[in-house]
């Protein structure tokens, strides 16, 4: 045991001089949740509205006024003739356009009241976003002008949003990059790390040494073990405290459930490292079998109900996409871990898979 614990303080401090490491281990979780948190976003903010109001009534005016004064919305340009629509458009200095019928302010008592939203759908998902925000706006001061008494003729449905009722992107973003940054710190730098020796020729004079090959392995990997959780305590503490993401569920869960998915990582870092000969190939297997579809087919960003089914059988084999869903389960929805069994129960079986096969191949390269 005290062998063991010499491999593992040896490894703490070859990676503890390694500046360059350290930077990636402890700086890219920070530089990562921060620039997700805030620079990536898919809210709707600052769209650059222009109005064609042909009437310029009591009505028009006040509607106007509260969507200029909305946080999502800013009125940049007034129109006087419908070509000028498409002119703007073209030249990029308005997102979206709102036209006014004649004689506004007197359709509305009678229903016929017409406004039309001209929304660049060159990004559909933010053009749709911005139509909604923007219908809300208008039906709810439309309703605010009608005298006491005097019912409009269209219905204007209630929106009740679950679990983020302000519909902050950051909410979806956080367990997706807890996923990847725990992913890559994990698998890559582990397997980087067991072929860095095997590269430089420095593996072989571990093996010779009195401690058996498995528990120099596990020696390698508990200092990314205990690196990743001290990540992982800073991803939460940045989301809680900077970015404003509460943990709606049990905290103890949440983490035991991520030390799970570490446990996974690693062992497929160790996988990794079985079949690369090089550093260089081993970052480039981490890069195409990591980290592209970690982002892309983990259901990070884009819903896996919407992918093809190929995709979504090749999502199906990624530990992350199911570490992603609980993590959104437990700390977004504040579900019991009850309801969440399905995630852990796949996520230990490919650990324990991963682990075995990992070893396995490990055993029959160095002995």
């Not at 800013?74 to 129109?79: D, N």
């Not at 039309?116 to 208008?138: C, E, K, L, R, V």
């Not at 609980?326 to 996520?347: F, H, N, P, W, Y």
């Amino acid at each position: 045991m005290k062998q063991f614990i010499a491999f593992v303080r040896k490894e703490f401090f070859h990676i503890f001089r390694d500046r360059r490491t350290m930077l990636i281990l402890l700086g890219m979780p920070i530089v990562q949740i921060i620039l997700f948190g805030f620079a990536i976003t898919t809210e709707v903010k600052n769209v650059r509205v222009a109005v064609l109001d042909p009437s310029n009534d009591v009505v028009t005016r006040h509607i106007i006024d509260r969507i200029d004064a909305s946080e999502y919305f800013s009125i940049s340009r007034r129109l006087y003739a419908p070509e000028e629509v498409d002119y703007f458009f073209k030249r990029g200095e308005i997102d979206m356009a709102i036209v006014f019928k004649q004689n506004f302010s007197d359709q509305v008592y009678t229903g016929e009241a017409g406004v039309q939203i001209i929304s660049d759908a060159t990004d559909p998902n933010m053009a749709t976003m911005q139509t909604g925000y923007a219908t809300n706006i208008i039906s709810m001061a439309g309703q605010e002008m009608l005298p006491p008494g005097v019912q409009a003729s269209t219905i204007v449905p209630q929106l009740k949003l679950l679990y983020n009722p302000q519909m902050k992107s950051v909410y979806n973003f956080v367990p997706g990059v807890m996923g990847l940054i725990l992913m890559l710190i994990c698998a890559m730098m582990t397997s980087i790390s067991i072929v860095r020796e095997k590269e430089t020729g420095t593996m072989e004079i571990l093996l010779v040494s009195p401690v058996k090959p498995l528990f120099i392995i596990l020696a390698k990997t508990v200092p990314y073990f205990v690196l990743s959780f001290v990540n992982l305590i800073t991803i939460l503490l940045l989301s809680v405290y900077v970015l404003h993401v509460p943990v709606a569920g049990s905290l103890f869960w949440l983490v035991i459930l991520s030390l799970l998915f570490i446990f996974a990582s690693l062992a497929l870092g160790l996988l990794i490292s079985t079949i690369s000969r090089t550093q260089v190939a081993a970052m480039l297997v981490s890069g195409l079998v990591l980290m592209m579809p970690t982002m892309l087919l983990s259901g990070m960003i884009f819903p896996v109900e919407s992918m093809p089914t190929p995709l979504q059988a090749i999502s199906a084999v990624l530990p992350a996409r199911w570490y992603i869903q609980a993590v959104r389960k437990l700390m977004i929805q504040g579900v019991d871990i009850s309801l969440v069994l399905t995630e852990v129960s796949i996520l230990a079986g490919m650990a324990i898979l991963l682990v075995t096969v990992s070893f396995k191949k490990f055993k029959n390269r160095l002995e």
